[in-house]
């Protein structure tokens, strides 16, 4: 079992989220490849639920290279507009994908929101092949607020806009290392970690 998890695709096109989960993988002694080096195609996300959408992605990556695949879905929700952006974190200004007109809309439709509470919300399917009838399958939340002006240059998304409270910084503010330690997705990565390890 653990030597079939030596190497798994990794069912994302977003540079971000492969340098996160390639960072989060090699500890584990786990090689992610890229499903774009394998000329994997992106499948499509039309699913309300986060879970939904992972399992599609993985299964799609699974199915066009015979081999194990972990696919996450993760976006950020807040609390004053019902969970949104959510599942369509990465689309909530429309096409093509823009995380500058996403950060904008989202900022105006909180200017005058009583609260800006916030969290992102990450899920993580591991399949082991494209009929995987048990796929493992984690979770992760990391809880902060939105700030009306972007702080720091990493990250991605909605990293320069979501403030840490207890850190006094965005997450956009923090290294690299620091934020594979916190984030929903090092959280849902490490809950996976310990169903592989319990198997």
Request: glycine letters at 8%; hydrophobic letters at 40%.
């Amino acid at each position: 079992m653990k030597q079939a998890l030596t190497r798994v695709v990794v069912a994302s096109a977003n540079p971000g989220k492969l340098r996160e989960l390639n960072a989060l993988l090699q500890p584990l002694g786990i090689e992610g490849l890229a499903q774009d080096a394998l000329a994997v195609p992106e499948t499509d996300e039309p699913h309300p639920t986060f879970l939904e959408n992972a399992l599609a992605k993985a299964r799609n990556a699974a199915c066009h290279t015979g081999l194990a695949s972990l696919a996450d879905d993760s976006g950020i929700l807040v609390d004053a507009l019902d969970g949104a952006p959510g599942v369509h974190s990465a689309r909530f200004a429309g096409e093509p994908k823009s995380d500058e007109r996403n950060n904008r809309k989202l900022i105006e439709m909180l200017r005058d929101a009583p609260t800006r509470a916030a969290h992102y919300y990450c899920v993580i399917v591991l399949m082991r092949h494209a009929h995987d009838p048990q796929p493992l399958v984690a979770e992760g939340s990391w809880h902060g607020q939105i700030v009306l002006e972007p702080r720091g240059g990493g990250g991605f998304g909605y990293d320069p806009y979501f403030l840490l409270p207890e850190l006094g910084r965005t997450a956009a503010e923090l290294d690299a290392e620091h934020k594979n330690r916190v984030s929903h997705r090092a959280r849902a990565l490490a809950a996976l970690a310990s169903r592989l390890i319990a198997l």
